[in-house]
C-alpha cells in the first residue's frame, strides 16, 4: 500500500522568508503527486501536481515542485512567503494509472507572520 | 463552473445516535470519493464510487457506515451508531470518470458528545 510522509507539522516563518516543505511517498510504481492547500475555512483545493514530463512543475502563487523519483519525494518550495499563504498543505498520491483515490500526508500547518 | 456541494455544514450528535451526510458532486463527475479527515491528520478514503457502483471501500467500517449513490450522482453516507471515534470532518470529492485532479467539498464537521 502506498503512503505518503510530511516531516514538517508546522512550520512558522516571517513574510518573504523562502519557503520548502517536504514530502516523501512509498510506492514502487508510477504514481501522481499533488500538493494540495486548505486555507481556514476553505476546502481543499488544487496547488499543483505532476502526472510526467518536466520534474519541476509549477503551480499557482508562486508555488513550485520537485519531482525526484529516486528519492521518492515531491517536496514544495516557494522564494517568498506572503502572510496569505498561512494555511494547511497536503501532499498526496495517486497510483493505479491515476483512476483511484488519494492518499494523503498529514499535512504541515504554515503561519506566515508579518 | 459550480463545486462539489455537501450538507449539512456542520452537525453535533450524542453517541449511539445516527447520523447522515449529503453530497453532490460537479456535474457530470462520474466518480465520487468519501473521505475521513480526523483532526491533524490528513483525509483517508471511505469509499469510492464510479457512477453507482463501488470502486473501493477498504477502508470503510461497515459495521457501522453506508454509503449509496443510487443514481450515480447524489451520494449520502451515514453512521449508525455514532463513536466518539467518529468525530471529524467528512469531505466529499469529485472527478471526471476519476481522472484528477480531484475536486473537493467544504466538508461535513461531525462532533459526537
Known amino acids: 500500500a502506498q503512503s505518503v510522509s510530511q516531516h514538517n507539522h508546522h512550520v512558522i516563518l516571517s513574510e518573504a522568508a523562502s519557503l520548502e516543505l517536504g514530502c516523501n511517498y512509498s510506492?514502487?510504481?508510477?504514481?501522481?503527486l499533488f500538493w494540495y492547500v486548505q486555507y481556514p475555512g476553505q476546502h481543499l483545493q488544487l496547488l499543483l501536481k505532476y502526472f510526467s514530463g518536466d520534474p519541476l512543475v509549477k503551480g499557482i502563487k508562486g508555488f513550485e515542485a520537485e519531482f525526484i523519483k529516486s528519492k521518492f519525494s515531491f517536496n514544495l518550495r516557494k522564494p517568498s512567503v506572503q502572510w496569505s499563504d498561512t494555511a494547511e498543505y497536503f501532499c498526496a498520491v495517486n497510483a493505479e494509472a491515476g483512476r483511484r483515490a488519494l492518499t494523503f500526508g498529514s499535512g504541515t500547518r504554515l503561519q506566515v507572520q508579518p | 463552473e459550480a463545486g462539489v456541494a455537501q450538507s449539512p455544514r456542520y452537525k453535533i450528535i450524542e453517541k449511539r445516535q445516527s447520523v447522515a451526510f449529503w453530497c453532490n458532486p460537479i456535474?457530470?463527475?462520474?466518480?465520487l470519493y468519501w473521505y475521513q479527515q480526523i483532526l491533524g491528520q490528513g483525509p483517508k478514503l471511505l469509499i469510492q464510487?464510479?457512477?453507482?457502483?463501488?470502486?473501493?471501500d477498504s477502508q470503510l467500517p461497515k459495521d457501522r457506515f453506508s454509503a449509496e449513490r443510487l443514481k450515480g450522482v447524489d451520494s449520502t453516507l451515514k453512521i449508525q451508531p455514532a463513536k466518539l471515534e467518529d468525530s471529524a470532518v467528512y469531505l466529499c470529492a469529485s472527478s471526471d470518470r476519476g481522472l484528477q485532479p480531484q475536486h473537493f467539498g467544504d466538508g461535513t464537521r461531525l462532533s459526537i458528545l
Open positions: 464510487f464510479q457512477n453507482n457502483g463501488v470502486v473501493d
Open positions: 456535474s457530470g463527475h462520474a466518480t
Open positions: 510506492y514502487g510504481g508510477t504514481v501522481n
